[in-house]
Every structure is written in C-alpha cells, then in structure tokens.
C-alpha cells in the first residue's frame, strides 16, 4: 500500500485545507459577537440575509451584457469536449470521469488504450450521475471509486450530496454494471471504505457518538464483513479524541500485500503501523514528521525535519530509501536519493514497477530524473535522466505501477494548455492529448521575477502581460497568492484567466510566498503560527515589486485568493489597503478566533495556533482579519464569496466579515453559492457563474476604461 498515507492527505488537503466532519451549525460558545448568528448555516434568518446579499452583487455585477458573454465563454470552456479526458487505468480498461454541458454532473466511463489514442474515442458508460440523479432524487456529486484488485469487478463509489466533503459510500458490480444489491453501504459522513478482499473492507467513518476526533474526523477504524450489520464489525484501531484523522488500508500489490493503519495527529504529524495477520499492530518507527511510502520491498521516507539514523543526519527536505524488510528488523542504512539545496526541493516521487522517478522544484520549474534501485542486497540505485524531458510545469503518474514502467505525463504553462503523453522509462514520450487554446496568448509574454520581502527573503513570482505592455503603472494587474499546508503554486493553463483577464489586456501575476512547498519543508515552516506574518510580508513585497517595476499602480492591483488563501487576501485587505485598488476574498478563514470551532478548524492548529491557549491567541489575533478590522480605516472595494455547502471552511468567516464592513458601511459585496462545498461550485454553470463575477469585479475596480463591462 505504497501511497495510503498520501492518498488519505490528498482526500482531506484538498486546495490546501482539510476536510473534517462537523455539523453546519457551530459549537455552542458563548456569544459575544453581533454577527455570530450567522454561523447557523441553514437557518432562515440566516439564508434570508444570505439572499438579500446574492440580490445585490447579480444586481451590480450580472446585469450586463458583458457579463453574460464572459459566463458564457468560461462556461464553454469548461464545457468543452475538446479537453483531455484524463484516464485511469483499472484492469483492462482505462476510466475517465467526464463533465460537459449534456451531463452536467457527470459520467464516469471506460474506453480501450487503442480508443484513447484516437482523436475522438468510443466511450462505454459505467455511471451517468445525471441519470442516477433523476432516478432517485438526490443532488450526487462524484467523490471518486475504489476498484478491487487484482479482478477489479466491485467497486466503492464515493457520492456526496451537492458537492460537500462529507459523502456516502456504495458498492458497484462492474461486470454487472450495476449497484450491488445488499452490497457494502456507507452513510452520509466523513471518513471512508477501504477493500480488504472481496467479502471485507476498512470502515472508517461516524460510528454514533464520541467515534469522531475534536476536528471531526473518524477516531475509529474497524474491519467490516460483507453480510453483517456495520455495528457489528471489528475494532482494528481507536485513536483519541485530539488525534486528527484515522483509518487503515490494505496495499494489494501482488506478492506484498500488507495492512496499514495510519493515525495522523496533526498536519504532518502522524504515525504509520502495519498490522500483522493476527492483528496485532506494529509501529513503523520512522519520524511523525516524514511522509512515508512503501512500495513492494522499499520504504521511502520525504523529511520535514532533520533525521539521525545510521550514523548520520539526514537533512530535511531529503528522499531516503531503505529496504522495508530490514528497517522494521532494525537496520536503518539508508541511501539517499535527493537533498535539497538553497533553489530546489522535491515535488514529488512516483514509483513505476521498476523505477522511481523524482520530479524536482529548481527556483518553481520542474525537473525530472529516474531512479533504479538494486536488485540485490548490497547493490546501488542507478540515476538517470529522463529521455525528453518536457517545458513548463510537469507532473507525472504511474499507468500501472504494479506490472509496468509506464507514466503519464501532463505538461503546462500560463500561456500553452496541457499536454497528455504516454511514456515508458529510457523512451521518449508519446503525445496522445493536447488540450485546445481557450484563448489568444500571442501576445502574450511570461516572466520570473524575485521580489525582497522584509526580513531579506528572495520571493519567487511569476508575471504574465501583454508584450510591449507601457511601463507607466496604468495596467490592470491581478496578483494571486495561497502560502500554506507547503502547497507549490506551478505555472498552468486556466482557460477562464485567459479569457477573463489576460485578453482584455490584463497582467497577471502569482506570488511564490512563505508557508507554501516551493522549496520545500523550510518554506512552508517558515510561516508556521507565530511567523505567520512572514507569509503576509512576502505578498506585499511582490505587491510592491510590481509598483516598483511600474507594470501597475495600487489603484489598478487587484489579489485574490480562496481558503487558506483567502486568510491571505483577509489580511491584505486589513493590513495592507494602501497596496490594492481591489480584493477577492474567496471560501476565506477570516474570524481566528474561533476558527477551530468551526467545522475542521481544529485540524489546522498546527498549521495557526491555538486560539484557546492565550501565549497563541497573542500572535494569532494579529492574523486574524475579523479582529482587525477597523471601521474608521479606508479599505479597497471588496467581494466575499463563498458555500453554504462548504463543509471545510464555514461559510460563517465570510459572512461575518461581510455583514460588520457592511455596517460599517464599506464598500463591500458578498455572494453565496447554495451548494458546491469549498470548491465553491458543484457544476461547471456555477463555477462559470462563480468565475465571471470575480473577474467583472475586479475589471470593474481596476481598468481605467470600463466600456468593456
């Protein structure tokens, strides 16, 4: 089970923040705030103040016809039947799941690699979520299926309800193409099935009262057979109430099968067991900190934190494999595959059958090569380089890491769309999509720049403008930042950026700051709870490095920024007004307060502090925008939008936020989505919808002419 650690981080660090369990009203505290009412999601004051706020920002900012033009255009493009319909290969067919204007929520189908590799292939429907819809008269959004090796007939198929993190799990007969009657159910919840074999599975998941963790995640793992009810499965393992994630998973490679437990304690902070067949658990003696991958008969540890073993320190930020076997009979002799150094980190490992190859960061640009490790005891890793290595911002995948050497690789920059291609380690990638230029970039230009931040610290970002662009600080320029969870902002192609921003002449901008993983662990630690000004520091530096360089002038710079990033253009707006002509403030934490009693906010304490603690609310409150907040201050024009899905973030921080600058008579405007859980949106309409408003907005606050709109 090479990448259950990495995999149960994926489906809780979505778009940098995790997902946790929580009901969508907040915890009972005592009220002191004005605005706390607003925290009860589904309550109709609370919905009738959310509807009056919608009323008012399609009134200023849909109600034209450029705007319905710029909707329409962002809605084709996501849309499009020419975009690369990304595949995964299960058995012998190989799976996309696919969203167009006739199948709104989607259809996950099947193809043959010879079908794929043609311009426009012949597609086998598995489930048109659509249909299924219609059917029972529910609003499913697809969370993604698990497919049971090595026959890959049943299948557990996550739905969540229109688009929250918490879903449902069903079992699905791929050979009879239908649900599975009586089959493996999972109720409405946070957590997960994982296949132990045909007739088993991992449940971890709400199990009744004091089953979930403090930040509302499952604290129980049990082992569940097919046939039985689910109360009565067994307890594999039960972690604490303060722990923040737990579950188990069984790696199926053939000839390795082995069962782990992860218990994750905290945001890079978590233990890993194997457990034998007896059950009994044994502890993978490797640092909290490192994320740990086992893969056939290699354990490969990424470290966050300097690590003493074998004689020797090993650097964090470093690769380094052992031989699983031996290091849990107590040999650590590690051999290093990469360190990093003052301008690279690692992005990622990917294992193929007989290689690993390493995608390194060198100053935010990629850079792959191949690792061989021995075949025997004693032997070396062999390194290579990557025949072809492709432009622009590169991240690959294993096809079918358990019997072949075969990678996708996907290829992108600001200015070309990405690119699919199929590669086998020692050969030169074959080229199967390209995705379709949504809009005109010949006359556009991409820079690197670095800009000072206070303390010194060299800051990446990446510019994009029109070519001969005046360089008199007249030019609309939107700057976008994240700086948390160590997530990297790499060049990409965004469709909707092109088309709402850079071809009406604007330039764009994103801001490599602290907190992030662009150079890896120090990066993202270098921001962490006390320091968190560093992060808010390093974005008004590239700020003013685009004043400075004169490609705009505050009155014509707008950011924006959602989730943790949304954090960051809080404290733009409240600590920096002078800098921006507007803000977009989007799924935002922004009362830090009482962000860790709301819904998965406990989780990132590691990540903020811990309010409760008064030696931590002493460096939070001063990141903390709801707080700081000044209603005698001038601030720039401001849009909030946010979910009332949004079962990460509460929607609560923007609507607060909203409601004491709009009695405090700011200008201000706010927009709600329904549904669509913290990605905003839970079909392409509302995303298009969601997408138009923020970049009308903006071009209406910063573009001198504004006949466009």
Known sequence: MSQLLKARRAAILVAGLAVAMGSAHAQEAPVSDPYQWLEDVEAPKALEWVKARNAAAEAELADTPAFKQLESQILAILDSDAKIPYVEKIGDY?????????????????????????????????????????????????????????????????????????????????????????????????????????????????????????????????????GTPMDSATLVYEGKPDDMYIAAGRDHTPGYERDFVTRTLAFYNDELYLRGADGKLTKIDAPNSAMKSVHKDWMVLELREPYKAGGRTWPAGSLIAINFDDFMAGKRDFTNLFVPTETSSLASSTWTANHLVLNVLEDVKNRLSV?????????????????????????????????????????????????????????????????????????????????????????????????????????????YGYGGFEISLTPGYSGAVGKGWLEKGGAYAVANIRGGGEYGPRWHQAALKANRHKAYEDFAAVARDLVARKVTSPKHLGIQGGSNGGLLTGNMLTQYPELFGAVVIQVPLLDMQRYHKLLAGASWMAEYGDPDKPEEWEFIKTFSPYHLFDADKDYPPTLFTTSTRDDRVHPGHARKMMAKMMEAGKDVRYYENIEGGHGGSANNRQAAHMSALAYTFLWNQLADDTSAD
């Open 94 to 226: 190989y799976y996309n799941f696919w969203k167009d204007a006739q199948h709104q929520r989607g259809l996950w189908r099947r193809t043959s690699l010879a079908e794929f590799r043609k311009d426009k292939p012949q597609w086998q429907t598995v489930i048109d979520l659509d249909a299924l819809n219609k059917a029972e008269g529910e609003n499913w959004v697809w969370h993604g299926a698990d497919c049971l090796k090595p026959e890959y007939q049943r299948c557990l198929v996550a739905l969540s309800r229109g688009g929250a993190d918490a879903d449902v799990t069903r079992e699905f007969d791929l050979g009879a193409m239908g649900w599975v009657t009586d089959g493996f159910f999972r109720d409405e919840a946070k957590g997960g099935l994982g296949w132990i074999d045909r007739d088993s599975v991992y449940v971890f998941t709400d199990f009744g009262p004091g089953t979930m963790t403090e930040s509302g995640y499952p604290r129980i793992v049990k082992q569940w057979q097919r």
């Open 371 to 479: 690792l061989t490790p021995p075949k025997e005891a004693g032997g070396e890793w062999k390194r290579s380089a990557f025949v072809d290595q492709p432009k622009g911002t590169v991240s690959v995948a294993a096809v079918d890491a358990d019997n072949n050497d075969d990678l996708w690789v996907m290829a992108s920059d600001y200015l070309n769309p990405q690119s699919l291609s199929l590669a086998t380690i020692g050969q030169a990638p074959e080229v199967l999509k390209t995705m379709p230029t949504f809009f005109d970039a010949s006359n556009e230009v991409v820079e690197q720049h670095f800009a000072t931040s206070k303390d010194g610290t060299r800051v990446p970002y990446f510019l994009v403008h029109p070519k001969g662009m005046p360089l008199d600080g007249s030019t609309p320029t939107l700057l």
